[in-house]
C-alpha cells in the first residue's frame, strides 16, 4: 500500500487504512520506517570550519573516539559531543605537542531539522595507515541505531598540512567500527567492522526499528573487513557472533604463529575467539582464561617490541571493577597467555574508552574520557613500556 500526497485531497483521507488489517498495517509502519532509515544513506557533510558554532564554549559532552599521530607527528583526535545518544555528533581537533590542542577543525553533525527524527553520528576512529594517510571512521544512523547502521570514512593525505584536505565520505558497508583496523604481517589491513546483534539494541530506546531489517540478521555480529589494496576495495570475510551480545567494539591481533585473536566486549564482560585462517572462520566464543572486564570499551594491540597491550579496567587483568574506574595498562610476552607490569593511568571512577597508538621511537599514547557529562574531559596519557613494567614513570 502506498498512501499518495493525492490522498490528502480526498474527503476522507483515512479511509484508505479503515480496512486494513493488523499485519497490514504493520508492513505498512515498517515501510515507512525503513524509508524513514534511508535518511541515513545521504552522504554525509565534513563541517572544515566548525567556529564558533562548534568551539568549546558550545559542547558539554565527550565521549572519547580515539587519537592518531601522523609521521610529521601531529596528533588528531576525536570524540563524539551531544551526548551517549541520538543527539551525538564528533568532533576532530589537532595537536602538534599534545600539550595544547587546537579549536574544534572539523565537525559531523548530521541532525536536520527537515527530518522525522535525530539523524546521528555517534561511532568512529582515527587511524594512520602504513602509508602516512590519516583516516576518518564514523557511522550514520537514524535515531540512536536503527538496525542497519552504516560505516563510512573519510581520508586525509595531507594530515601534517596546514591546509589538509579530506576526501568526500565513502560508505563501506551497515554498521560502524570503533576501533582500528590490524595490519597483518602479509600487508592484509582488517577492519573491525559492527553490525549490532538485535540482543544489544531492541532494549535501548530503538523500538521503531526493531524488525526493519531482518534480512541482515545473519551479518549480525563482530564482523571482519578485508583490504588488499590499501583501501580501495574492501571484503567482507568473517564474522563471530557472541553470547549475550553487547556492542562488540571487537579488536583483532595477529599472533606469532599467524593466527588471529579476537577480543570483544559482551554482557558479561569480554570473549575471545581465534581464526586460523586469516580471519575467514572463528573458533566459538568463550570467555579468557586470564582477562575480564566491565561492560566497557577496552584497548589491546601489538607493539614494536613484539609485546601485547592491554587497557582496561581494574588493578589486575581479570578484575571486573563495579563501575568504569581505574584505567590501567598491562604487557604480555607470551601472546596474552600471561600478563606482566601494570601502570595506572587513571584511578579515578568515571573514567573510560580507552584508545591509543605506539610511535616510531617506542612511546604509547593512550586517550580516554573522564566524566563525559557535564565536563566532558577527553584526556591524553604519554608512557613507554618500561613505564608499564616498572609500574611507575620512569622515562623522560
Same mark, same amino acid.
Given at each position: 500500500m502506498n498512501f499518495k500526497c493525492s490522498d490528502n485531497l480526498k474527503p476522507n483521507p483515512e479511509s484508505i487504512f479503515q480496512n486494513l488489517t493488523q499485519k497490514e498495517i504493520r508492513e505498512y509502519e515498517m515501510d515507512v520506517? !525503513?524509508?524513514? +532509515? &534511508?535518511?541515513?544513506?545521504?552522504p554525509p557533510f565534513l563541517n572544515t570550519t566548525p567556529l564558533p558554532e562548534y568551539d568549546y564554549d558550545q559542547l558539554d559532552y565527550g565521549m572519547n573516539l580515539g587519537i592518531a599521530q601522523t609521521p610529521g607527528g601531529r596528533i588528531w583526535a576525536?570524540?563524539? +559531543?551531544?551526548?551517549?545518544?541520538?543527539? +551525538?555528533?564528533?568532533?576532530?581537533?589537532?595537536?602538534? *605537542?599534545?600539550? =595544547?590542542w587546537s579549536k574544534p577543525c572539523l565537525v559531523v553533525d548530521s541532525h536536520s531539522l527537515n527530518l522525522p527524527m535525530n539523524r546521528t553520528v555517534i561511532v568512529g576512529n582515527l587511524w594512520i595507515d602504513p602509508i602516512g594517510r590519516l583516516w576518518f571512521f564514523f557511522d550514520q544512523v537514524m535515531h540512536?541505531?536503527? #538496525?542497519? #547502521? #552504516?560505516?563510512?570514512? +573519510?581520508?586525509?593525505?595531507?594530515?601534517?598540512? &596546514?591546509?589538509?584536505? %579530506? =576526501?568526500?565520505p565513502i560508505r563501506i558497508w551497515h554498521g560502524s567500527m570503533l576501533n582500528k583496523p590490524t595490519v597483518l604481517s602479509t600487508g592484509e589491513w582488517l577492519f573491525p567492522v559492527q553490525l549490532i546483534q538485535k540482543d544489544a539494541w531492541a532494549g535501548e530506546g530503538n523500538g521503531p526499528f526493531i524488525?526493519?531489517?531482518?534480512?541482515?540478521?545473519?551479518? !549480525?555480529?563482530?564482523?571482519?573487513?578485508?583490504?588488499?589494496?590499501?583501501?580501495?576495495?574492501?571484503? !567482507?570475510?568473517?564474522?563471530?557472533?557472541?553470547?549475550?551480545?553487547? %556492542?562488540?567494539?571487537?579488536?583483532?591481533?595477529?599472533?606469532?604463529?599467524?593466527?588471529? %585473536?579476537?577480543?570483544?566486549? =559482551?554482557?558479561?564482560?569480554?570473549?575471545?575467539?581465534?581464526?586460523?585462517?586469516? #580471519?575467514?572462520?572463528?573458533?566459538?566464543?568463550?570467555?579468557?582464561?586470564n582477562i575480564q572486564n566491565c561492560v566497557a570499551r577496552f584497548h589491546v594491540r601489538r607493539l614494536l617490541s613484539g609485546r601485547i597491550l592491554l587497557v582496561k579496567h581494574g588493578d589486575t587483568t581479570d578484575e571486573i571493577t563495579p563501575t568504569r574506574e581505574k584505567i590501567k595498562a598491562f604487557?604480555?610476552? *607470551? *601472546?596474552?597467555? =600471561? %600478563?606482566?607490569?601494570?601502570?595506572?593511568?587513571?584511578?579515578?571512577?568515571?573514567?573510560?574508552?580507552?584508545?591509543?597508538?605506539?610511535t616510531k621511537d617506542g612511546r604509547i599514547y593512550i586517550s580516554y574520557d573522564y566524566k563525559r557529562s557535564p565536563c566532558g574531559h577527553i584526556l591524553m596519557a604519554r608512557i613507554t613500556e618500561e613505564d608499564i613494567l616498572a609500574e611507575k614513570l620512569v622515562s623522560p
Open positions: 520506517m !525503513r524509508r524513514i +532509515a &534511508d535518511f541515513a544513506l545521504i576525536a570524540w563524539v +559531543a551531544g551526548g551517549d545518544s541520538p543527539k +551525538a555528533f564528533i568532533v576532530i581537533n589537532m595537536s602538534d *605537542d599534545g600539550e =595544547t540512536h541505531f536503527d #538496525g542497519r #547502521g #552504516g560505516l563510512w570514512y +573519510a581520508r586525509c593525505d595531507n594530515p601534517d598540512s &596546514d591546509s589538509h584536505e %579530506w =576526501t568526500s524488525g526493519i531489517f531482518n534480512e541482515l540478521d545473519p551479518y !549480525r555480529g563482530a564482523n571482519v573487513f578485508s583490504s588488499t589494496n590499501k583501501g580501495i576495495s574492501f571484503q !567482507r570475510i568473517g564474522c563471530v557472533q557472541f553470547p549475550k551480545p553487547s %556492542w562488540p567494539e571487537h579488536m583483532i591481533v595477529e599472533l606469532n604463529n599467524g593466527d588471529l %585473536w579476537m577480543l570483544a566486549r =559482551t554482557q558479561i564482560g569480554i570473549m575471545e575467539s581465534y581464526s586460523m585462517d586469516k #580471519g575467514y572462520h572463528w573458533s566459538e566464543p568463550s570467555i579468557p582464561r604487557l604480555s610476552e *607470551d *601472546d596474552g597467555k =600471561t %600478563w606482566t607490569g601494570g601502570l595506572m593511568l587513571d584511578e579515578r571512577s568515571g573514567v573510560s574508552y580507552p584508545d591509543g597508538y605506539q
